[in-house]
C-alpha cells in the first residue's frame, strides 16, 4: 500500500507517517486525487492511501467531459484546464472508409458543449 500525505509530497509507507490528518482519503484515483488536492488547498491535513504501491502506468482519462468541466469551474480549475487542453465540439464515427455516425457534443446539456483532451500527463494515471 502506498500513502501520501497532504502536508508534504513525498509518498511515504504508512507506518514512516508521523502526522495526524484531518481526513483519510482511501483511493488515489482521479477522484480520491482531486478530494485529497482540494482538501490540501483548503489546509486541511489529509492522508491519501491506495492499495497499489504505484501508479498504473497507463492514462484512464483521456478525454475530460462536459461536466467534469464544470467541477473545475467550481474549484476555480477551469480556466487553467481550457488553456491547456484540445477542445472536442463534437466527433465523427468511421469504419471501412464510411461514416457511422457523428456526435454533437454541443447539443448536450450544460455549459460547455465539448470535451476536453489534456494536452499534459492525465492524473488519472494513478
Ligand atoms: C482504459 C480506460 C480508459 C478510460 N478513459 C477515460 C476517459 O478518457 N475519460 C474519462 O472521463 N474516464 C475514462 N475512464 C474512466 C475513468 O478512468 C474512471 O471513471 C475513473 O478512474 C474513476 O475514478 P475513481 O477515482 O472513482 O476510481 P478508480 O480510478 O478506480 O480509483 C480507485 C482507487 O482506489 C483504490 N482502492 C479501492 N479500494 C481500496 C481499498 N479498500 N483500499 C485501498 N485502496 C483502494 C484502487 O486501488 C484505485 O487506485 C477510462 C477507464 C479505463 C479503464
Same mark, same amino acid.
Given at each position: 500500500m502506498?500513502a501520501?500525505? !497532504?502536508?508534504?509530497?513525498?509518498?511515504?509507507?504508512p507506518s #514512516?507517517?508521523d502526522e495526524?490528518?484531518?481526513?483519510?482519503?482511501?483511493?488515489a484515483?482521479?477522484?480520491?486525487?482531486?478530494?485529497a488536492?482540494?482538501?490540501?488547498?483548503r #489546509?486541511? !491535513?489529509?492522508?491519501? $492511501?491506495d492499495?497499489?504501491?504505484?501508479?498504473l502506468?497507463?492514462d /484512464?482519462?483521456? $478525454?475530460?467531459?462536459a461536466?467534469t468541466i464544470? $467541477?473545475?469551474?467550481?474549484l476555480? @480549475?477551469?480556466?487553467?484546464?481550457?488553456?491547456?487542453?484540445v /477542445?472536442?465540439r463534437?466527433?465523427? @464515427?468511421?469504419?471501412?472508409?464510411q461514416?457511422? !455516425?457523428?456526435?454533437?457534443?454541443? #447539443?448536450?446539456?450544460g455549459?460547455? !458543449?465539448?470535451? @476536453?483532451?489534456?494536452?499534459?500527463? #492525465?492524473?488519472?494515471?494513478?
Amino acid at each position: 500500500m502506498a500513502a501520501l500525505s !497532504g502536508r508534504s509530497s513525498a509518498v511515504s509507507s504508512p507506518s #514512516s507517517l508521523d502526522e495526524r490528518p484531518s481526513v483519510v482519503v482511501v483511493g488515489a484515483g482521479p477522484t480520491g486525487l482531486l478530494v485529497a488536492a482540494d482538501l490540501v488547498r483548503r #489546509s486541511v !491535513g489529509c492522508l491519501l $492511501i491506495d492499495g497499489h504501491d504505484a501508479p498504473l502506468g497507463w492514462d /484512464r482519462a483521456t $478525454i475530460v467531459h462536459a461536466r467534469t468541466i464544470e $467541477i473545475f469551474e467550481a474549484l476555480g @480549475l477551469a480556466d487553467q484546464i481550457l488553456d491547456q487542453a484540445v /477542445r472536442i465540439r463534437g466527433s465523427r @464515427l468511421r469504419s471501412d472508409m464510411q461514416t457511422l !455516425g457523428t456526435l454533437d457534443l454541443g #447539443s448536450a446539456d450544460g455549459r460547455y !458543449g465539448m470535451d @476536453l483532451v489534456s494536452l499534459r500527463t #492525465s492524473p488519472s494515471r494513478s
